[in-house]
């Protein structure tokens, strides 16, 4: 970048950290109650928040539409149009009772970006398009990615069958909204038409906080291995049975998850194991409960590393339970490989983060994100932004104005310096 266009960019960023944050406040206000922030894949909601993405990427110079899952695209055609692209996204649905920041921070953030290029008449030898992923918690039909799965070509048509928890299908809610369920195809795009995928996302952790830096670097996406474990032992007498003769599976779910925490905090390599949920039956006060099933959620920066840990936490589990004699069942109910981030394209948000002054920190995403779906057409890269205290999923999720600003700053000067992976490069 010349000195003068690195003279403008600078001079923009506050003018896009303070849009960006009006604009969040006005996404975030879009809830099916005032109580509590829920914006859930095809409700009203998701229709008024989509007219709004689509009203802002129009008035950012864009063409914009609602594609046939219900994403919000928008494309700023390059030099001349028909040019291959670079993507940027994420997604605009919540959880509920969600913060504002979650998904919203990189498709606002993106715009605003797009916005500034076309106030100052930018074209680049390329296109930029934005999506605005309209499912990606997965929180109406428990199925996660369900837009960028679309549009990569990979959505599993068995999830229409899938029901809400009113009864209603995937299938039925995309007719109620006015999307076609037999045309998610035309969602899908090809590698040809993408350079590649870039995510700007909160950290959802502590780390760049630590750290004193407003951005990161991400290296990879971490896979997940998700279990569902279920101990029998025998219900009795919460008086009569002595201690040394119980079978008491919730004891020994106990020592299970004990173990898990101990195992994941031995390692240094950034492996997470979490129990998240745990029922035991009968549940009353005075009965040794004689059976419970539990939840594990095992995630590390590498395919490798978190099979091998799954392994190693299953034969602990498995050894527990034949110590204590209690029967074990132990299920996988989802597996997510791990997505690397492309050297070529990391290297160039690395470069964009130091031109605008700040240390260059890598770090790992815990979490799931849209890029694992994307990856399947598109090299993929990510740019951090600091949250307050690392909370997500939270009403207290909070992004400073000074963080948005200076992850805006940085993505802008990553894309005015972009440059296409070469035909036959190295990733």
Request: proline residues 4%.
């Amino acid at each position: 970048m010349s000195e003068t266009k690195a003279a403008i960019g600078a001079t923009t960023g506050s003018r896009l950290g303070d849009e960006i944050v009006s604009r969040i406040n006005q996404l975030g206000a879009i809830s099916e109650t005032a109580a509590h922030l829920a914006r859930i894949f095809l409700s009203p909601e998701h229709r008024t928040a989509a007219d709004l993405l689509m009203s802002w990427m129009k008035d950012a110079g864009m063409a914009a539409h609602l594609d046939a899952i219900g994403n919000v695209c928008g494309r700023y055609d390059g030099e001349r149009p028909g040019l291959p692209c670079l993507m940027l996204g994420s997604h605009y649905d919540t959880v509920r009772d969600a913060g504002k920041w979650d998904g919203p921070l990189g498709v606002i953030t993106a715009i605003a970006c797009v916005a500034d290029l076309n106030r100052r008449g930018v074209r680049l030898p390329f296109a930029i398009e934005i999506v605005g992923f309209a499912d990606e918690e997965g929180v109406r039909f428990a199925s996660t990615l369900l837009g960028s799965r679309a549009v990569a070509g990979t959505f599993d048509e068995s999830v229409l069958n899938a029901r809400d928890a009113n009864g209603l299908t995937l299938r039925e809610a995309m007719a109620q909204f006015g999307l076609d369920p037999e045309h998610i195809g035309a969602a899908a795009r090809t590698r040809r038409e993408l350079h590649a995928y870039v995510e700007l996302h909160i950290e959802q952790g502590p780390v760049l906080e630590q750290q004193n830096l407003p951005v990161g670097v991400v290296t990879a996406i971490a896979g997940a291995t998700r279990l569902a474990a279920n101990l029998t032992g025998m219900a009795g007498h919460a008086g009569t049975v002595p201690m040394a003769m119980r079978r008491d599976a919730l004891a020994g779910a106990a020592e299970c998850i004990a173990a898990v925490e101990e195992f994941c905090k031995a390692d240094s390599a950034g492996l997470v194991g979490t129990v998240g949920a745990i029922t035991a039956l009968p549940g009353a006060t005075n009965v040794i409960p004689g059976k419970v099933s539990f939840t594990l959620d095992i995630r590390a920066p590498t395919d490798a590393h978190r099979k091998l840990a799954v392994a190693d936490i299953v034969r602990r589990i498995e050894a527990i339970a034949k110590r204590r004699e209690l029967s074990l069942q132990i299920d996988v109910t989802h597996e997510n490989r791990t997505v690397p981030c492309a050297p070529w394209l990391k290297a160039q948000v690395a470069e964009a983060v130091a031109a605008e002054g700040y240390g260059v920190f890598e770090l790992p995403s815990g979490a799931g994100h849209d890029g694992m779906a994307m990856i399947d057409i598109a090299d993929v890269a990510m740019l951090f932004v600091r949250c307050r205290g690392g909370i997500s999923h939270n009403p207290a999720e909070h992004v400073e104005p000074a963080d948005a600003d200076s992850g805006a700053r940085v993505l802008l000067r990553l894309i005015e310096n972009f440059r296409p992976r070469e035909a036959g490069g190295t990733a």
